[in-house]
């Protein structure tokens, strides 16, 4: 597993975010790193996401910042350009996988069959996410998947909350679970960032709990 990995498992607790508006990015960052997580997947999925990785990596350096929602290959090179450390896809895409690996550039993308696992598997990676997880299954699903893949370790997202990230993170294929809960669009947008640190220090204080 790379030093990107390594750190990302350490953190427990990835936030997902979603950035309509730039000037969300600094604040946001420094709610994250305030609260103890400087990390965050930023979803590639508005215009304003580019410009928001390469201004937290610029204004906070120690922050392991990636790309979410990553489609083509065009995107994965616009997001390592900002700064991005990271490529999450919500699929299975070979293209993009491919090419992140061909470039040296850490991938997790998306998986919900083990035909899909198998396929990473194939490829040398070590960590898969698992997206949507609650609708597929959750962690049940997860244990009976990844049983016959050992070497395999899962980062699910899609329906993690306060309520159920203690049974994802107890769980030892459970590799980093990736949550919106603390960073989620309405409390970004009304610019609650003293809550965004509260809620980011919640969601440490749960790993710490669950993982020692």
């Given amino acids: 597993m790379n030093a990107v990995l390594e750190q990302l498992s350490k953190f427990g607790v990835v936030p997902v975010v979603v950035l309509n508006d730039v000037k969300d990015a600094e604040p946001l960052a420094k709610a994250l790193c305030q609260g103890g997580l400087p990390c965050a997947e930023v979803t590639f999925r508005t215009d304003a996401a580019e410009e ?4 937290m990596t610029e204004k906070y350096p120690e922050m392991l910042v ?3 929602t990553v489609l083509t290959t065009e ?3 616009r997001a390592v350009a900002a700064g991005a450390k990271f490529i999450v896809s919500p699929g299975f895409d070979p293209e993009i996988v491919d090419y992140c690996i061909e470039k040296g550039i850490t991938v997790t993308p998306g998986c919900v069959t083990p035909s899909e696992v198998a396929q990473g ?6 960590v898969l996410k698992f997206f949507p997880a609650e609708q597929f299954g959750g962690v049940a699903t997860i244990k009976a ?8 370790k899962i980062m699910p997202t899609g329906g993690i909350n306060p309520k159920n990230v203690r049974e994802y993170l107890a769980c030892d294929k459970i590799f980093a679970c990736g949550g ?3 960073v989620k669009g309405d409390m970004i947008k009304a610019g609650e960032f003293d809550k965004i640190e509260a809620m ?13």
């Fill in 52 to 55: 928001s990785i390469r201004i």
């Fill in 66 to 68: 990636g790309a979410g």
């Fill in 75 to 77: 995107q994965v090179d």
């Fill in 121 to 126: 598997v194939k490829r040398g990676l070590k």
């Fill in 145 to 152: 998947m990844t049983a016959a893949y050992v070497g395999i």
């Fill in 180 to 182: 919106s809960w603390m």
């Fill in 200 to 212: 980011t220090k919640e969601a440490v204080e749960i790993v710490k709990e669950v993982r020692g």
